[in-house]
């Protein structure tokens, strides 16, 4: 059974520094990865997609790596913003036939401070 | 485009009584899913429809029913509602299981 683990729970940085956010997976034989933001009282916004056969994928400050071998993925967010506090998740997708079957890890809750 | 819509937003229920979440998407995305959110136990698969008329069960399916008569609309039943079904329920969608679509989430209290 896959088990997607986030490291830390919580993180508290001031602005301006850069965030990185950890997510580990059991199983290797994933479709994709998707990060995924949360507010608070709010549904999950997509952050970023990568195929099981890419290695990074970027978007504005934002650049997710991963390492299927090791059942890797990072989040780095550059140049914090307070409006990038938020809850991160990740999560895996085994096949493509499979659909919407995510196994999602516990979140990592970010506080960025002015 | 509204996305994926879910109503009502809250519900409270008496234990045994049922109801339907409802999910419906405009973005003509064949794969839709149910999952619910908990304390501790983060974001778990209820259920999952890879096309109408196609339906399969997911992590915690258990009290929870599901048909998909049409592309747009993936309802979830709650045959008899217990205080273990207190959670936030999440829709979501996506297109050859590609980027996830959520909704906004409905909050279930039982009573």
């Known amino acids: 059974k896959q088990e997607v683990t986030q490291i830390p729970a919580a993180l508290s940085v001031p602005e301006g520094e850069n965030l990185v956010l950890n997510c580990s997976f059991t199983?290797?034989?994933?479709?994709?990865l998707q990060w995924f933001r949360q507010d608070p009282g709010k549904g999950l916004t997509s952050l970023l997609l990568?195929?099981?056969?890419?290695r990074e994928q970027t978007s504005g400050r934002l650049n997710a790596s991963l390492d299927k071998s090791s059942g890797r993925s990072t989040l780095y967010i550059a140049a914090s913003q307070p409006g990038d506090s938020a809850t991160y998740l990740c999560?895996?997708?085994?096949?493509?036939?499979?659909?919407?079957?995510?196994?999602f890890g516990g979140g990592t809750r970010v506080l960025v401070k002015p | 485009n509204a996305g994926v819509t879910q109503t009502p937003k809250f519900q409270v229920l008496k234990t045994g009584q049922s109801m339907t979440l409802q999910c419906a998407q405009d973005?003509?995305?064949?794969?839709m899913s149910w999952y619910r959110q908990d304390p501790g136990m983060g974001l778990r698969l209820i259920h999952y429809?890879?096309?109408?008329?196609?339906?399969d069960q997911g992590e915690v399916p258990n009290g929870y029913n599901v048909s998909r008569s049409t592309t747009e609309d993936f309802p979830l039943r709650l045959l008899s509602a217990a205080p273990s079904q207190t959670s936030v329920y999440f829709c979501?969608?996506?297109?050859?299981?590609?980027?996830?679509?959520f909704g906004p989430g409905t909050r279930l209290l039982v009573l």
């Open positions: 199983d290797s034989a994933i479709y994709n």
């Open positions: 973005m003509n995305h064949e794969y």
């Open positions: 999560a895996v997708s085994p096949i493509k036939a499979a659909g919407n079957k995510l196994t």
């Open positions: 979501a969608s996506s297109y050859g299981g590609e980027t996830q679509y």
């Open positions: 429809s890879v096309g109408a008329g196609i339906t």
């Open positions: 990568i195929q099981s056969s890419q």
